[in-house]
T-cell receptor, first 114, second 115 residues
Framework: GNSVTQMEGPVTLSEEAFLTINCTYT??????LFWYVQYPGEGLQLLLK?????DKGSNKGFEATYRKETTSFHLEKGSVQVSDSAVYFC?????????????FGRGTSLIVHP | GAVVSQHPSRVICKSGTSVKIECRSL??????MFWYRQFPKKSLMLMAT?????????EQGVEKDKFLINHASLTLSTLTVTSAHPEDSSFYIC???????????FGSGTRLTVV
């Protein structure tokens, strides 16, 4: 079956530090990959996506590259801000099993200090 | 982009009562919506798939008689937590597939507290 594994959190950084949140996946088919962000007390928002190998999704300074050879989709940002503090979810959608319903990782909490 | 509106954002209810949560697609039609439950420090657990005009499809282990789902129109799905108990306290989130193929759009969530 499909699964998504994210690094354990929380990740605590100082403002302007470099961020990496690791994500690896297993899938039976050829999935699309997503990163969602959840700010405190809110629902999830799509941050970025990639639909095929070597695609790079990017948004708001965040980026992630679809690596088929390592089955990874690590999230990076060169300089984090306090406002980036949130929970980040890696997810995949693999229609090969007949459903587009996404599979989520456990989420990684990011805390950015001034 | 596509917007999903969820209401209420917070609700506190007494044990034994029922609570209804609404999920609306504001600028698109959603024949299918999804209901998730989020536990503290854990990921989203898919509870059920809501299908317009037909019965919902529940995931294994989810009590369909406790979590009633109705998808009466192409823009509205409701989740009713019946005879709520404190262990039902959680964050519930609805979702629909973005018609532009940009992934899934989520509601803002409902924090349910049963006292």
């Amino acid at each position: 079956g499909n699964s998504v594994t994210q690094m354990e959190g929380p990740v605590t950084l100082s403002e302007e530090a470099f961020l990496t949140i690791n994500c690896t996946y297993t899938a039976t088919g050829y999935p699309s990959l997503f990163w969602y962000v959840q700010y405190p007390g809110e629902g999830l928002q799509l941050l970025l996506k990639a639909t095929k190998a070597d695609d790079k999704g990017s948004n708001k300074g965040f980026e992630a590259t679809y690596r088929k050879e390592t089955t990874s989709f690590h999230l990076e940002k060169g300089s984090v801000q306090v406002s980036d503090s949130a929970v980040y979810f890696c997810a995949l959608s693999d229609p090969s099993g007949g459903s587009y319903i996404p599979t989520f990782g456990r989420g990684t909490s990011l805390i950015v200090h001034p | 982009g596509a917007v999903v509106s969820q209401h209420p954002s917070r609700v506190i209810c007494k044990s034994g009562t029922s609570v209804k949560i609404e999920c609306r697609s504001l600028d698109f039609q959603a024949t299918t919506m999804f209901w998730y439950r989020q536990f503290p420090k854990k990921s989203l657990m898919l509870m059920a798939t809501s299908n317009e005009g037909s019965k919902a499809t529940y995931e294994q282990g989810v009590e369909k008689d406790k979590f009633l789902i109705n998808h009466a129109s192409l823009t509205l799905s409701t989740l009713t937590v019946t005879s709520a108990h404190p262990e039902d306290s959680s964050f519930y989130i609805c979702s629909a597939r973005d018609p532009l193929g940009l992934g899934y759009t989520f509601g803002s969530g409902t924090r349910l507290t049963v006292v």
